[in-house]
């Protein structure tokens, strides 16, 4: 993604002036940088996904704003209830020594972390906001390891262009662009408010995205996939949200 300039796109985009074959070389090349968002809506919506691209390109490096520690909300509001599955009981009784993020698809080392494992990267912990599409929201401090870290350390391989991330919990999943998965807030969390992740935020491990909103942040995740397109994922359009009207991409 880093060859391609907001130069180029633009110009792309204003061949497109010329007809509807210079939009769709524009649209084609955005496509191969990863700057589609999976539930496009094809040439109809080429114009909206431009705006979408050049807006990716322009904002891939921000960072999600971080708050002070007296910030950290008293009563953080955990949405929903703990997966109700067997394996997820299990585990959660053996203290989850034996969960496992098992990390596959386009990478040259696949692998599978235990918690230990992944508290022994290098950890990260940011006070970020959490905000639910349906109004209500809390900051805390969130701890983990960079996506990044976890990505090099099983050689993520240069045509990937999404990750996806699977929960234990039946039906949650979603997937992130590599934008997003390289970006240094984006983290496999395991810690919240300087102790272990709660049961009800998601533990024992977490997906933040903080720059997205709260159903991009799927809990209870047990693993990754690294791919280079969305078809064969649910519908292909990037996660479930999208089947039930959401946007795959949820910025804020
Ligand atoms: N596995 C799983 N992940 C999930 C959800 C869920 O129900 N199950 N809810 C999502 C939604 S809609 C929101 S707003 C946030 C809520 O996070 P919280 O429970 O920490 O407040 O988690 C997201 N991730
Ligand atoms: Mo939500």
């Known amino acids: 993604m880093s060859n391609l300039t907001r130069r180029k796109l633009f110009t792309a985009g204003l061949a497109a002036t010329a007809?509807?074959?210079?939009?769709?070389?524009?649209?084609?090349?955005?496509?191969?940088?990863?700057?589609i968002p999976p539930d496009h809506r094809g040439l109809y919506g080429a114009g909206e996904t431009l705006t979408y691209a050049s807006q990716r390109l322009l904002t891939r490096h921000s960072l999600a704003r971080e708050f002070p520690r007296s910030q950290i909300s008293k009563a953080p509001f955990a949405n929903g209830t703990p997966p109700k599955n067997e394996d997820y009981n299990r585990l959660r009784a053996g203290s989850?020594?034996?969960?496992?993020?098992?990390?596959?698809?386009?990478?040259?080392?696949?692998?599978?972390?235990?918690?230990?494992?992944?508290?022994?990267?290098?950890?990260?912990?940011?006070?970020t906001h959490l905000a639910c599409e349906e109004g209500w929201s809390f900051i805390a401090e969130w701890t983990g390891v960079p996506l990044s870290h976890v990505l090099s350390a099983v050689g993520a391989l240069p045509q990937a262009r999404y990750v996806v991330y699977f929960s234990i919990q039946k039906g949650w999943w979603d997937s992130v662009d590599m934008a997003d998965a390289l970006h240094p807030q984006t983290l496999l969390t395991y810690g919240m408010n300087?102790?272990?992740?709660?049961?009800?935020?998601?533990?024992?491990?977490?997906?933040?995205?903080?720059?997205?909103?709260?159903?991009?942040?799927?809990?209870?995740?047990?693993?990754?996939?690294?791919?280079?397109?969305?078809?064969?994922?649910?519908?292909?359009?990037?996660?479930?949200?999208?089947?039930?009207?959401?946007?795959?991409?949820?910025g804020m």
């Open 19 to 35: 007809g509807a074959s210079g939009l769709a070389v524009a649209v084609r090349l955005a496509d191969r940088y990863g700057l």
């Open 194 to 250: 300087g102790g272990e992740l709660p049961v009800g935020h998601g533990g024992p491990v977490r997906l933040r995205v903080p720059r997205q909103l709260g159903y991009k942040n799927v809990k209870y995740v047990t693993r990754l996939t690294v791919t280079d397109s969305m078809k064969g994922f649910g519908k292909g359009l990037g996660s479930a949200p999208p089947e039930g009207g959401y946007a795959w991409y949820a």
């Open 96 to 127: 989850f020594v034996d969960w496992r993020v098992d990390v596959g698809g386009m990478v040259a080392h696949p692998a599978s972390f235990s918690l230990a494992e992944l508290r022994s990267f290098p950890a990260r912990s940011q006070i």
